[in-house]
């Protein structure tokens, strides 16, 4: 039979904690989570940006280039 270890609060140096020093944390979390959101939502919007916009950027950069390849000779493999 395995047996569970509980840790009981108050335990520590830190035990009492003013209610400004509560609230302070509790704004770090809200912080913290906001940014931890917003830097999920950029970057799933920059992988679907990257993914659908390189071939288009290249193509772009390839009519733009120098000697003026048509656009058939920018698609052929050869």
Do not use: C
Not at 6 to 34: C, D, H, M, R
């Amino acid at each position: 039979m395995a047996s569970r270890v509980a840790l009981k609060a108050g335990k520590g140096k830190n035990v009492k904690k003013s209610a400004a020093a509560g609230e302070e944390e509790g704004s770090v979390a809200v912080a913290a989570k906001f940014v931890k959101e917003w830097s999920t939502w950029t970057m799933k919007k920059a992988k679907v940006i990257t993914h659908y916009g390189f071939i288009p950027l290249v193509i772009i950069i390839g009519m733009n280039s120098d000697p003026k390849p048509s656009l058939s000779q920018l698609l052929s493999p050869v």
